[in-house]
């Protein structure tokens, strides 16, 4: 191949198909228009330098945005980064910390105290590590496609119509009634950690325990309340409720308010862990008939069905007030949608 | 310090690019034609900012081309179309009050 072919070979390899062969054409007329008629290769030198990079007149001929999250998006990816990096670290150190308190044995001495100590810190600061990675991965992809797509809030704001000072009163009424406080937030990470942590480490945990000896010490599980198999075959479901209850936790968190969308996103939330939460109480597999046994000789007067049902009804009525309340405070103004993101 | 005044005169000097590449298509031009007769009236434009340039005013719907293959080397002509012809007439008077507002405000600055 010649210099010049090499050349336009260089420019359309890094167009899209469709154009390529029209731009080569051009491209090749243009520069023999350029060259003299009896031309040598210092000619055919001198020409292609004036039309420089071939990089970077490709980049010229392209429109595609040429970076990956633009002006629109850049603040809030930043901020989306930072608050995501925060988030995951503290649940992640969390669910080390409430782990490693709960798998401690009773050794009470100073050394054994020391090496947890020791190994738990070490622990947190990898998986923060392995946390920052998936975190910083995921945003950008979530933010890469918002940018490709186009999805941008303030975009969608500017279409629906323009801006004046007058839409601030909205904003500032509508914050406080439907306002989420970050607090609510971090509590119920903290509350996913907690029940996560004790629940996949329920065999050691939960059960019936009785008295063998003195104090807390002689506190001892006589038997757990799950068989830890059937439990463990819950897993993907568990797994999938926590990441909906991390999801919504966060999306809590940067909408700061409640809107139709996150009520409903909260609705479903509730339905699925209802679901999951009846049909594991009334798997009978799933617990231990030593716990059971025990639990029927302790109070022989309860019927069977009485303690799942008393769950079971327990949440449903919380879950209930939930829903209603988040559908409640996303009704308090509802002429404000378009500040929500769809 | 020069690199900061050559991105400055050349952000300064963008958005005029377009208006002498539109006032040179009222009859059809093909790209090196165009460069010369931007040239013969000190119009400096980089070539690889030109050529794209053309393709960008052309899917704006400005251009119209036209691909010449009567003669042994085949040549896309590009010319103005009605909306590029109005939009020309817009943009020149657009020019004419801005430079002339800027002007009076640099009091007599370089009117080249």
């Known amino acids: 191949m010649n210099l010049q072919e090499c050349y336009i070979n260089e420019v359309t390899r890094r167009l899209p198909v469709k154009i390529r062969d029209d731009i080569a054409m051009e491209l090749r007329s243009i520069i023999e228009d350029m060259l003299p008629d009896e031309h040598t290769e210092e000619d055919l030198k001198k020409v292609l330098s004036k039309l420089g990079d071939p990089a970077k007149l490709a980049n010229e001929y392209q429109d595609k945005p040429r970076y990956i999250i633009g002006p629109d998006f850049y603040d809030s990816y930043i901020n989306v980064l930072i608050v995501a990096a925060i988030i995951s670290v503290v649940v992640s150190s969390l669910a080390l910390f409430v782990h490693g308190i709960m798998t401690f044995d009773e050794d009470k001495s100073l050394f054994a105290l020391l090496s947890l100590v020791g190994q738990l810190s070490l622990k947190m600061l990898l998986s923060s590590f392995n946390v920052l990675f998936q975190v910083f991965f995921w945003v950008t992809i979530v933010f890469i496609v918002l940018e490709r797509t186009g999805l941008s809030y303030e975009k969608g704001q500017n279409k629906k119509k323009p801006w004046t000072p007058d839409d601030l009163y ?7 009634k439907r306002q989420i406080p970050k607090s609510e937030v971090f509590f119920s990470l903290f509350w996913t950690a907690l029940w996560a942590t004790i629940l996949f480490n329920a065999s050691n945990l939960i059960g019936w325990y009785e008295q063998t000896g003195e104090g807390l010490k002689g506190l001892k599980l006589e038997a757990p309340l799950f068989n ?4 463990y075959s819950y897993a993907p479901f568990l797994i999938l409720l926590i990441a909906i209850e991390i999801g919504l936790a966060i ?4 909408i700061g308010k409640w809107t ?21 109480l009334t798997d009978s597999t799933l617990f231990n008939k030593a716990f059971t046994l025990k639990l029927f000789e302790a109070f022989k007067d309860v019927p069977a069905g009485w303690w799942i049902g008393t769950i079971i009804s327990t949440m449903v009525i919380f879950s209930i007030i939930d829903i209603i309340s988040g559908f409640n405070k996303a009704a308090a103004k509802t002429n404000i949608t378009n500040l929500q993101i769809k | 310090m020069s690199d900061l005044i050559l991105s400055l005169k050349t ?9 002498a590449v539109l006032s040179q298509l009222q009859e059809p031009q093909y790209g090196y034609s165009l460069v010369q007769r931007l040239e013969e009236n000190n119009i400096m434009i980089d070539q690889s900012t030109l050529y794209p340039l053309l393709r960008r005013l052309e899917k704006q719907e400005l251009l119209t081309s036209q691909w010449d293959t009567s003669e042994n080397r085949p040549r896309k002509y590009y010319l103005l179309s009605e909306f590029g012809k109005e939009m020309f007439e817009e943009l020149k008077q657009e020019w004419f009050q801005t430079s002339m507002q800027l002007n009076s405000m640099l009091e007599g600055g370089d009117s080249k």
Do not use: W
């Open chain 1, 170 to 176: 909205q904003v500032e009424k509508v914050e406080k």
């Open chain 1, 228 to 231: 830890q198999d059937v439990l």
């Open chain 1, 251 to 254: 999306y809590k968190f940067f």
């Open chain 1, 260 to 280: 139709k969308a996150l009520a409903v996103i909260n609705m479903v939330y509730h339905f699925f862990s209802l679901g999951l939460l009846c049909v594991m």
């Open chain 2, 11 to 19: 952000e300064l000097r963008r958005g005029t690019l377009t208006l």
